[in-house]
């Protein structure tokens, strides 16, 4: 299910009421397992990644979304992950995109 997660670190601060935005390349996956399958409730992040150098930037990948976010897609968190409530674990925003801090995921985890 969480495929992805062991390369990314995600934010995980308590959401606000910014959608977070996705490229194009992104459009359709889920913030957190990636699936492309049935999206179903809008993903929200944190107020500190929805301002600054970060507002205009794809939450999974930091693709630049354009000066106001003319190339950007709502993210969606899919079926499965609204009904097993990962949803409400915090922000989705991936931090580190690739795998040079890897070690630092299982620190994290619980
Ligand atoms: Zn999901
Ligand atoms: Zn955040
Ligand atoms: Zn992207």
Redo the contacts with the bound molecule.
């Keep these: 299910m969480s495929k992805h997660q062991y390369d990314l670190i995600q934010c995980m601060k308590q959401p606000g009421r910014t959608n977070g935005l ?2 194009l ?2 459009d359709g996956r889920c913030p957190i397992c990636d699936s492309m399958v049935k999206p179903t409730e809008e993903a929200k992040i944190c107020h500190s990644c929805s301002q600054g150098s970060l507002f205009n930037k ?1 939450i ?4 630049y979304l354009g000066a106001n976010n003319e190339n950007s897609i709502p993210a969606n968190y899919c079926f499965e992950c609204v009904l097993f409530e990962k949803h409400r674990e915090g922000c989705p925003r991936v931090i580190n995109v690739g795998s040079n801090k890897a070690d630092l995921i299982f620190k994290n985890k619980k």
Excluded: K
């Design positions: 996705v490229c390349n992104c794809c999974l990948c930091g693709n």
